[in-house]
């Protein structure tokens, strides 16, 4: 029975994982909650996260980036605020977890994010997000929603809801040459974008596919 909390509160120091945190499917931790530091590395192939819920940044942000070198299952929410984010490895939320990160600079995604609960960007200040990967909420209604931060495709990516309204702010490409596409299937969600996608005369995608769409 997973029942055990870790708190970690480094203040302005370091926290450094190089080997599992949990096990999949076996003896995962009920929460891990760092509450402060400078940068979090969950560094190697071995340093995977099993738990039922993760906080990072809770008491104040991480002051540089949270990298995570493998993969992130987390029964529950996961709530992360900090200046960078790295996800060079799969995250992926079951039991109806939440995914929320806040991040003031880059959010570096670099592997796929599959979410039970809605996926939320809120940074309202000077976050961006390069994509690299997909995204896709699996409960009916789970949302996909980036408030302000700016979105710029490193590959072609797909974002998948069940119903659950997609909301973007600026997509952009990242080549000199236009080769990126978008898809969004959104089932009967609504898809809203509130500002350009790509610049005329300069970083257009290569192709917007909106497959599937209530409004």
Same mark, same amino acid.
Request: net charge negative.
């Given at each position: 029975?997973?029942?055990? /909390?870790? !708190?970690?509160?480094?203040? @302005?120091?370091?926290?450094?994982?190089?080997?599992?945190?949990?096990?999949? $499917?076996?003896?995962?931790?009920?929460?891990?909650?760092? *509450?402060?530091?400078?940068? &979090? +590395?969950? @560094?190697?192939?071995?340093?995977?996260?099993?738990?039922?819920?993760?906080?990072?940044?809770?008491?104040?942000?991480?002051?540089?980036?949270?990298?995570?070198?493998?993969? #992130?299952?987390?029964?529950?929410? &996961?709530?992360?605020?900090?200046? @960078?984010? /790295?996800?060079?490895?799969?995250?992926? !939320? !079951?039991?109806?977890? %939440?995914? /929320?990160? %806040?991040?003031?600079?880059?959010?570096?995604?670099?592997?796929?994010?599959?979410?039970?609960?809605?996926? +939320?960007?809120?940074?309202?200040?000077?976050?961006?997000?390069? =994509?690299?990967?997909?995204? *896709? !909420?699996?409960?009916?209604?789970?949302?996909?929603?980036?408030?302000?931060?700016?979105?710029?495709?490193?590959?072609?990516?797909? =974002? /998948?809801?069940?119903?659950? @309204? #997609?909301?973007?702010?600026?997509? =952009?490409?990242?080549?000199?040459?236009?080769?990126?596409?978008?898809?969004?299937?959104?089932?009967? $969600?609504?898809? &809203?974008?509130?500002?350009?996608? $790509? #610049?005329?005369? $300069?970083?257009?995608?290569?192709?917007?596919?909106? *497959?599937?769409?209530?409004?």
């Amino acid at each position: 029975f997973s029942d055990r /909390t870790l !708190t970690i509160a480094a203040g @302005t120091g370091a926290v450094v994982v190089d080997d599992n945190i949990g096990v999949n $499917g076996g003896l995962a931790l009920n929460e891990l909650d760092i *509450q402060s530091a400078g940068d &979090v +590395h969950f @560094t190697g192939a071995n340093a995977t996260v099993d738990v039922n819920s993760l906080t990072i940044g809770s008491a104040t942000a991480v002051d540089a980036d949270v990298e995570f070198d493998a993969a #992130v299952n987390v029964a529950g929410p &996961v709530d992360i605020n900090t200046a @960078t984010l /790295t996800l060079d490895a799969a995250l992926t !939320t !079951t039991a109806g977890g %939440t995914l /929320t990160v %806040t991040n003031s600079d880059i959010a570096d995604l670099n592997a796929k994010i599959t979410a039970a609960g809605s996926v +939320h960007f809120d940074d309202a200040t000077t976050g961006s997000i390069s =994509l690299g990967a997909d995204i *896709q !909420t699996t409960d009916p209604g789970s949302e996909i929603t980036v408030d302000e931060a700016p979105i710029t495709l490193t590959t072609d990516v797909t =974002l /998948t809801t069940i119903g659950g @309204t #997609v909301t973007l702010d600026e997509i =952009l490409d990242d080549a000199a040459f236009s080769d990126r596409t978008l898809t969004i299937a959104a089932g009967t $969600g609504a898809v &809203v974008v509130d500002d350009n996608i $790509g #610049v005329n005369g $300069g970083l257009a995608l290569n192709e917007l596919d909106i *497959q599937s769409a209530g409004d």
